[in-house]
């Protein structure tokens, strides 16, 4: 008879309270963690819980701003200079 192995939860289910968390807390939480990542003051096994919370906190942070750049959207104007409409921003051109 094989037992099965517990089943490990999922990685946003560990960090179900990111998803409800604005841009800015986010991103202030975000640069706490590296800031005490790189003072280098935290033991090990912290260390690997704040790395898995930070990258989970920057998916969060990058999924907002796709989000808001679906949002913005570039003024267009006719030849006389008045404004005609808009249409999605490109950021590359």
Known sequence: MTMTPPSAPRAGAKHADIKEMSFERSLKELETIVAR???GDVELEES??????GAALREHCDRLLKQAEAKVEKLTFSSDGQP????PLDPQG
Do not use: D, Q
Request: glycine share 8%.
């Open 37 to 39: 990542l790189e003072r």
């Open 48 to 53: 690997i819980a704040i790395y898995e919370r």
């Open 84 to 87: 005609k409409g808009t249409e």
